[in-house]
């Protein structure tokens, strides 16, 4: 009857301390997930917002680029520039409290092609741009390093639509 006993205290003393709190489920959450509203009030530049604007529009909610009218590839392309591009590719540069976002756009529709947020670390990068890697609304896609390619040099975001 002894060996019952101590099994029995040997299961209770494992579930307390197995419901003791101090670890969470798989499915609780200590803070805000990236991707919503809430989290959105606590990201650096809030990218979901952004998906699917256009330059002007974006350009509006960022302000205005790093690049500017005078330089060799400024702000828009030149006549000559637009004639030898056809305007596609053009970019345009943006920082907002610390996050550096490069932006694809072609320049004769406006489209938005992607947005680039530079940086080392995926998991603040898509906290500081509240992205979530499953939204229906666009992919996040990590840009790596040319010369290593292991070296995560920023995620890419791309409107599904």
């Given at each position: 009857?002894?060996?019952?006993?101590y099994f029995?205290?040997?299961l209770?003393?494992?579930?307390?301390?197995?419901?003791?709190?101090?670890?969470?489920?798989?499915?609780?959450?200590?803070?805000?997930?990236?991707?919503?509203?809430e989290?959105?009030?606590?990201?650096?530049?809030?990218?979901?917002?952004?998906?699917?604007?256009?330059?002007?529009?974006?350009r509006?909610?960022?302000?205005?680029?790093k690049?500017?009218?005078?330089?060799?590839?400024g702000l828009?392309?030149?006549?000559?520039?637009?004639?030898?591009?056809?305007?596609q590719?053009?970019?345009?540069?943006?920082?907002?409290?610390?996050?550096t976002?490069?932006?694809?756009?072609?320049?004769?529709?406006r489209?938005?092609?992607?947005?680039?947020?530079?940086?080392?670390?995926e998991?603040?990068?898509?906290?500081e741009?509240?992205?979530?890697?499953t939204?229906p609304?666009?992919l996040?896609?990590?840009?790596?390093s040319?010369?290593?390619?292991?070296?995560?040099?920023?995620?890419?975001?791309?409107a599904?639509?």
């Amino acid at each position: 009857m002894r060996p019952n006993l101590y099994f029995a205290l040997a299961l209770l003393t494992a579930l307390t301390s197995a419901c003791s709190g101090s670890q969470m489920a798989g499915g609780e959450k200590s803070g805000p997930s990236t991707g919503t509203t809430e989290a959105g009030r606590n990201a650096t530049v809030d990218v979901p917002a952004l998906v699917g604007r256009n330059i002007d529009q974006l350009r509006r909610t960022m302000g205005a680029p790093k690049e500017t009218r005078e330089q060799a590839i400024g702000l828009e392309p030149t006549a000559a520039q637009m004639k030898a591009t056809k305007g596609q590719d053009w970019i345009n540069t943006f920082e907002r409290n610390g996050t550096t976002l490069v932006v694809t756009f072609d320049a004769s529709t406006r489209k938005v092609r992607d947005i680039v947020l530079l940086g080392s670390d995926e998991d603040t990068l898509l906290r500081e741009a509240n992205l979530s890697l499953t939204s229906p609304e666009y992919l996040v896609l990590p840009v790596m390093s040319p010369g290593n390619s292991t070296e995560l040099i920023g995620m890419r975001v791309v409107a599904r639509r």
